[in-house]
T-cell receptor, first 118, second 109 residues
């Protein structure tokens, strides 16, 4: 089955620094990837849609200058949290639709990245 | 506007006590309904895709069914390892995904 790999799984950083999270589709090409944020005991909240070769589409209320998204290839999207602050601490997850059989349509999720900002 | 409502929010079961989770939805053209399992600190794991009313899918102790308005995830004789949050997601004809809030299931020995 299709696999989406996310890295790093955990990251701790100091306030004011930037952190990059990578999301890779390992056995299929993903023209679209989604980035989510999840707080404890809550469901996933869509932050933005990453489109290969074009600008990301951000959901309302998500600061595009703080959460930089780059989708430079058909297998890699990155989320950079710039000038991170403690309130940015959260669980970030990426996903990509489709897979080996793109007609199936389901989303495949990365393993998630736990960001802790001190 | 597409909407997905899952119930109950939380479910506590004794090992072996079968139960069902509900996912009610409204959508302008359903392309697919998906069930996922999410363990704490991990990304959601794909379980099933359902495309049309009347369809059923099974995997071990789990069985998913679909009608025009809702889907059920039946857990038969659950074991503690079935403890997780179960997410229902729909995709509409435009390719947009909508998430339910999830049902947290705890199965005690």
């Amino acid at each position: 089955g299709a696999v989406v790999s996310q890295h790093p799984s955990r990251v701790i950083c100091k306030s004011g620094t930037s952190v990059k999270i990578e999301c890779r589709s390992l056995d299929f090409q993903a023209t679209t990837m989604f980035w989510y944020r999840q707080f404890p005991k809550q469901s996933l909240m869509l932050m933005a849609t990453s489109n290969e070769g074009s600008k990301a589409t951000y959901e309302q209320g998500v600061e595009k200058d703080k959460f930089l998204i780059n989708h430079a290839s058909l297998t890699l999207s990155t989320l950079t949290v710039t000038s991170a602050h403690p309130e940015d601490s959260s669980f970030y997850i990426c996903s990509a639709p489709g897979g080996v059989d793109t007609n199936t349509g389901e989303l495949f999720f990365g393993e998630g990245s736990r960001l802790t900002v001190l | 506007e597409d909407q997905v409502t899952q119930s109950p929010e939380a479910l506590r079961l004794q090992e072996g006590e079968s139960s069902s989770l509900n996912c009610s939805y409204t959508v302008s053209g359903l392309r697919g309904l998906f069930w996922y399992r999410q363990d704490p600190g991990k990304g959601p794991e794909f379980l099933f895709t359902l495309y049309s009313a009347g369809e059923e899918k099974e995997k071990e102790r789990l069985k998913a069914t679909l009608t025009k308005k809702e889907s059920f995830l039946h857990i038969t004789a659950p074991k503690p390892e079935d403890s997780a949050t179960y997410l229902c997601v729909i995709a509409d004809s435009w390719g947009k995904f909508q998430f339910g809030a999830g049902t947290q299931v705890v199965v005690t020995p």
